[in-house]
């Protein structure tokens, strides 16, 4: 009786030791950080053997994710995938077999497992081989860092070095974060058995990063007040598209991000658009997706010119007048005619509706405006463009329109969180503590 006793304390006892409480679940976070130059967006990770920091243009719907091996490629631990081998072939049709007739290296083997890896940004894909190496990553309690773990066998494609085009230069290959099983965040869930969850929060600052966190629902924490900001959003639900914008890929359903914008609004009044542009049809084309392969949210051309309309008329007040156009940007007003707040510059808010007129994704100033200055022009420009007549999307919610957002992807329920901007919370998303506990 007593050993049974004993017993029972001590399970009781380690049970309750070894499930952690949800404020101490375990998930990963990786530096997110903003190019200069191109305005885009990469992680910071460590891969193969030795472990090398490297950086990875983060491509939010990317169905691969993918590395130039034709430069400098040295690692003691990677791994063709032989043809017809359990995981090319959980491929589908998304591989190749090939052969090569050049000396043998990661670029180069018989036999194998071959992808089409793609650059979105310049929009060129090329065929390559499928190899597995190490990545860690930091596990985080979401409010700092924790010990470093690592996926043995990270599944991606090498790819040739002019691949990288358009890219920021540091960046020798992209990190896809899309809804296909070979996406980092679903690589992450298999290997660490995490919720197929993350998070993004895309900095507005080129000098301090902002942060994704994989397989967890939560907390999210910022500086100064560490508030569980995974407590504060609302959802929306992710929308299929079953026909991806792909080069390769084009008749297998998209692993692209899509949202059901139901109408805009500026200053709460509705901007008159054609409704019919905002749902995705048959052959998938229409709807709203979202992108970091775009610094800035591109429209519909009659949605361009309606929302444009609208917020000049919104944005009227005395010696108030638009700038001529600059490069890039069509409405542009002199900077020393705006105030600014702490949501940014002081102008008409936009309001993307969801499915209901209670759920909508509030745009302030600091994510509806960009600071342009060159010579003697210094001006805040409306940072939505026109994406022509014959866009696939209607709508491409940009990388501007998400700075300083939380944004949560629940890849089980298929819904959006988001946050609107941190800046009304006093935080940014360059607010996390990348410290580490020990």
């Given at each position: ?161 002019f691949l990288c085009k358009g890219l920021a230069k540091k960046t ?114 229409g709807g709203t997706k979202l992108s970091t392969n775009t610094p ?143």
């Amino acid at each position: 009786m007593r050993f049974l006793l004993s017993f029972l304390f001590f399970f009781l006892l380690f049970t309750l030791i070894s499930i952690p409480s949800p404020s101490l679940a375990i998930g990963y976070a990786v530096p997110v950080s903003k190019d200069s130059t191109t305005q885009l967006y990469y992680i910071t990770v460590s891969m193969k053997t030795p472990l090398q920091r490297t950086y990875l243009h983060l491509d939010l719907g990317g169905r691969f994710t993918w590395l130039d091996c034709q430069k400098n490629y040295t690692s003691t631990s990677y791994k063709h995938l032989p043809c017809k081998s359990p995981v090319c072939l959980a491929f589908g049709h998304n591989y190749a077999c090939s052969n090569c007739f050049k000396p043998p290296g990661p670029t180069c083997a018989n036999n194998t497992c071959g992808t089409f890896p793609e650059n979105f940004v310049i929009r060129k894909s090329y065929i390559s081989i499928a190899i597995v190496d190490t990545l860690q990553l930091s596990t985080s309690d979401g409010t700092t860092l924790g010990k470093p773990r690592a996926i043995n066998n990270f599944v991606f494609s090498c790819a040739p070095s002019f691949l990288c085009k358009g890219l920021a230069k540091k960046t020798p290959g992209v990190v896809a974060l899309g809804t296909d099983n070979f996406s980092l965040p679903l690589q992450v869930s298999r290997a660490f058995h995490a919720p197929k969850y993350f998070a993004l929060c895309l900095p507005s600052s080129t000098s301090s990063p902002g942060v994704a966190f994989l397989g967890s629902s939560g907390p999210y924490r910022f500086l100064p007040q560490e508030t569980d900001l995974s407590k504060f959003l609302l959802y929306t639900p992710l929308l299929p598209n079953p026909m991806s914008d792909s080069l390769v890929y084009s008749v297998l359903p998209s692993p692209e991000y899509f949202i059901g914008l139901t109408s805009i609004k500026v200053n709460d009044k509705p901007v008159p658009i054609n409704v019919t542009l905002l749902t995705i049809n048959q052959d998938g084309i229409g709807g709203t997706k979202l992108s970091t392969n775009t610094p800035y949210t591109l429209l519909e051309s009659s949605i361009y010119k309606a929302l444009t309309d609208a917020f000049v008329k919104e944005f009227r007040a005395p010696n108030l007048t638009v700038t001529k156009a600059v490069k890039t940007f069509g409405f542009c007003y002199s900077t020393d005619q705006i105030p600014v707040t702490r949501v940014g510059p002081a102008v008409p808010n936009i309001d993307l509706v969801m499915q209901s007129e209670s759920v909508f994704w509030r745009i302030f100033g600091a994510n509806s405006m960009v600071w342009y200055s060159k010579g003697e022009v210094n001006a805040w420009c409306l940072g939505f463009l026109d994406g022509g007549v014959g866009m696939r999307a209607s709508v491409v919610i940009g990388g501007h329109q998400m700075e300083d957002n939380l944004l949560q992807f629940d890849l089980v329920s298929k819904r959006l969180g988001f946050s609107s901007s941190l800046l009304f919370g006093s935080t940014t998303c360059s607010n996390f503590n990348f410290t580490t506990t020990k």
